[in-house]
C-alpha cells in the first residue's frame, strides 16, 4: 500500500454571522451547510468566536494520539452521551485576511476528530438519526451548542487548500483557479499538469471523512497499518476539461456486501486508513485509458488571470450512498 510520507494542507472557509459572547462554532472548512454534516473519524476544522482573552496561541499535537485537551480548548460531542473529540490544531487568525461583510476580529480555527463512536442516520437499515451536538469548551467551560447531522461519511477529497493539518492560512488561487487536490504518483510526487498521470497507472489520493473501517478505529489514535473502510465505495472517471465531481453509480451502500451480489461496480482498488496518521484516508485507484483526442493540461502558472484553459482533463469521483466528492488531474493524451 503506497503511502503519504508527509502533508501538508489548509483550506477554504464558510462563515456564519454569529455575534458570540462565549465559545461558538461560526463556521467549518470545506462544507457551508448547517448543522454541519459529519461522520466517524472525520478530520474538521471548526471556525470559534467568543473565545476568552487572550486568545490560546497557536499549538498542534505532536505525533501520534490526540489529545482531548490543546491549548486549553476541547471539543464535545453530545448525543444521548457527551463524547470528547480530539484536538489536532488550534490556530487563532484575523479575519483582515478573508473578504467579511464585518470589521475585522479575531477567530480560531479548531481541527477536531469526531468520535468513531457516534450514531449515524442510516437509511437502508432503519436506523432514525438519532440529534447531535457540538461544541467549544475553553478551560472546562462549554460553549454554544450546534446542531449537526453524524452520516455513516462525508466524503472529502484533500486539495492543496485544505485547513487540516499546516499552521498555514489559505493559499491564494492563482488566476482564480481552483485549488490543485492532493493525488500522487507511487513515487509520491503530486500529479500535475507538468507531472500527468499515464492510463494504466496506479494513483493514490487523500481525503477524509470516509467514515468506520471494517476493523474499528480508535479515536484519536494512529495506527500502523491500513485498514480497509466498512462502506464499499464507487468511483466514477470523467474524461472532460475541468469537470465537477459526479455522484457514482455503485455500490454506494453501507453493507458488505453489497445489495446486489453478482454487479459489477467500478470500485477504487483500495479505500481506507493511511498508516501513521489520524483521520487520514487513501483512495487507491488505476487511471483509465484516454480517449484519442483528449486535450492536454495547460500549466496555471503560465496561463493569464481567470484564463479559460484545461486546468484537468480526468475528474475522478468517489461516494457511497450519503456523500461524494471528485479531483479533477492531469492525464497526458496518447498515453
Known amino acids: 500500500m503506497r503511502t503519504l510520507g508527509s502533508l501538508i494542507v489548509f483550506g477554504s472557509f464558510a462563515f456564519a454571522q454569529l455575534a458570540a459572547a462565549q465559545p461558538a462554532i461560526v463556521g467549518a472548512d470545506y462544507t457551508a451547510a448547517f448543522p454541519l454534516p459529519v461522520a466517524p473519524g472525520q478530520l474538521i476544522t471548526l471556525i470559534v468566536d467568543g473565545l476568552a482573552s487572550p486568545l490560546p496561541g497557536p499549538a498542534r499535537a505532536p505525533a501520534g494520539s490526540l489529545p482531548n485537551t490543546l491549548a486549553g480548548i476541547s471539543a464535545i460531542f453530545r448525543q444521548v452521551t457527551n463524547l470528547s473529540a480530539p484536538v489536532l490544531e488550534v490556530l ?77 492560512m489559505p493559499q491564494p488561487l492563482t488566476g482564480g483557479l481552483p485549488c490543485a487536490p492532493l493525488v500522487m504518483h507511487g513515487a509520491g510526487k503530486k500529479v500535475s499538469a507538468a507531472n500527468p498521470a499515464h492510463s494504466g497507472e496506479e494513483l493514490v489520493a487523500y481525503a477524509v471523512g470516509l467514515g468506520q473501517t ?70 487507491n485507484f488505476t487511471v483509465p485509458q484516454a480517449p484519442v483526442g483528449l486535450p492536454p493540461c495547460v500549466d496555471y502558472t503560465t496561463a493569464g488571470p481567470f484564463a479559460n484553459v484545461v486546468q484537468s482533463n480526468l475528474t475522478v469521483s468517489v461516494g457511497s450512498a450519503y456523500s461524494f466528492d471528485g479531483a479533477g488531474i492531469c492525464v497526458q493524451p496518447g498515453s
Open 214 to 283: 471494517v476493523e474499528p478505529q480508535a479515536t484519536g489514535q494512529a495506527l500502523n497499518i491500513s485498514a480497509p473502510t466498512s462502506t464499499l465505495y464507487g468511483v466514477d472517471f470523467n474524461y472532460r476539461p475541468n469537470a465537477l465531481a459526479t455522484k457514482p453509480t455503485g455500490p454506494g451502500t453501507n453493507q458488505i456486501p453489497p445489495p446486489t451480489p453478482n454487479a459489477i461496480y467500478p470500485m477504487p482498488l483500495f479505500t481506507g486508513t493511511t498508516p501513521g496518521f489520524v483521520g487520514l484516508y487513501q483512495i
Open 92 to 168: 487563532p487568525f484575523s479575519t483582515c485576511s478573508i473578504p467579511l461583510p464585518s470589521p475585522c476580529g479575531s477567530l480560531v480555527a479548531v481541527t477536531i476528530q469526531i468520535p468513531f463512536e457516534i450514531q449515524t442516520f442510516c437509511a437502508e437499515c432503519a436506523q432514525p438519526g438519532v440529534p447531535a451536538y457540538l461544541a467549544i469548551a475553553q478551560n472546562g467551560t462549554i460553549g454554544e451548542l450546534v446542531s449537526v447531522t453524524p452520516l455513516p461519511n462525508k466524503v472529502h477529497l484533500l486539495t492543496s487548500c485544505d485547513t487540516l493539518v499546516s499552521g498555514l
